[in-house]
């Protein structure tokens, strides 16, 4: 039986373990995130950022989340302003006329 660590544990190109300042560099761009993006969209970036700082690993060589937390760590909690108001707020019903007695 081959151990789970030997399969694919060879880094390839773009890929390998983050350093401890790549990952303290996303957990400070996922707390941040949350102070741009309030409400569901700043959490779900927030997640993923920590789950990529989390799992250690390179996984592609677009370099997406890196490029994500660069975004996140330039903005401003003004410049996230904006894109809340895009974000839908839960619908909430009308309160029904009181019943004459």
Known sequence: MT???AIGSEPTAGRG???LHERSRMRA???HARRVYPGEVGELIHRELIAYAE???RFSVD???PRLATRI???TAADGAEVTAIVPRRATLP???AAAS
């Open 29 to 31: 761009a996922a707390r």
């Open 73 to 75: 760590l330039a903005m």
């Open 3 to 5: 151990p789970l660590t």
């Open 17 to 19: 373990l983050l350093e």
């Open 63 to 65: 370099a997406l989340v």
């Open 95 to 97: 309160e029904e006329p």
């Open 55 to 57: 799992f250690g690993i």
